[in-house]
């Protein structure tokens, strides 16, 4: 856990609720409510997920997910982001909070780009050096719109469910504070134990590898 990280500067955009509505998700089991907005910076589909009791008197508990159709949806073990993905659903219903789904497919690359960086990790590369072999940064995200979308709802102050530094940083620097950063499960398989390994050691991701 990490403590307090404090905004540096003060936020320069201003989001608003486009329309919010409940959906039952995880095959019924809850409820969420499900927020778009007008006036994000990158101007995508972002989305928020608020789930859980309110009124708890402790801050909510954040999770920023970048989208990952091969893990969200088909189950692909190079990564964890699908079992990252269900467990926040239900530790953010458990305590209160925000889930935020960020199109940035591929640490920013996009799907087909991610194909790419397979193939090239098929041959031995890590993802990190995939996706410099493909001219992309190691991780080309960007928290604004998330930020905004936060401030959006008045969530300045909160806790973050992530073992990804960069993203407590990003958010303190659009005006966002972190009381506390939560780390997630570690859901390591034959298939993404590299993968793991090369965010711990390139990029220092708190997991613990065993």
Do not use: W
């Amino acid at each position: 856990m990490i403590a307090l990280v404090q905004p540096q500067r003060a936020p320069e955009d201003i989001a608003s609720v486009r329309q919010k509505v409940s959906i039952p998700v995880l095959d019924g089991y809850v409820n969420g409510t499900f927020y778009s907005f007008h006036g994000l910076p990158d101007g995508k589909e972002h989305f928020l997920v608020e789930l859980g009791p309110k009124g708890t008197g402790k801050d909510p508990l954040v999770r920023l997910h970048s989208e990952c159709m091969t893990g969200d949806v088909f189950g692909s073990q190079k990564c964890d982001c699908g079992p990252q993905l269900r467990e926040s659903l239900f530790r953010i219903n458990s305590e209160g909070g925000y889930l935020l789904y960020l199109r940035q497919e591929g640490r920013g690359i996009g799907l087909y780009s991610k194909f790419d960086a397979y193939k090239l990790q098929s041959e031995g590369l890590d993802t990190y050096d995939a996706n410099r072999r493909l001219s992309f940064e190691d991780d080309l995200r960007d928290y604004s719109s998330a930020a905004s979308m936060l401030r959006a709802l008045d969530a300045t102050r909160i806790r973050l469910l992530s073992n990804n530094p960069d993203k407590a940083a990003q958010l303190a620097a659009h005006g966002i504070t972190i009381t506390e950063q939560v780390q997630t499960g570690t859901y390591m398989t034959a298939h993404n134990q590299r993968y793991l390994q090369a965010k711990a050691l390139r990029t220092n991701h708190k997991i613990n590898l065993g």
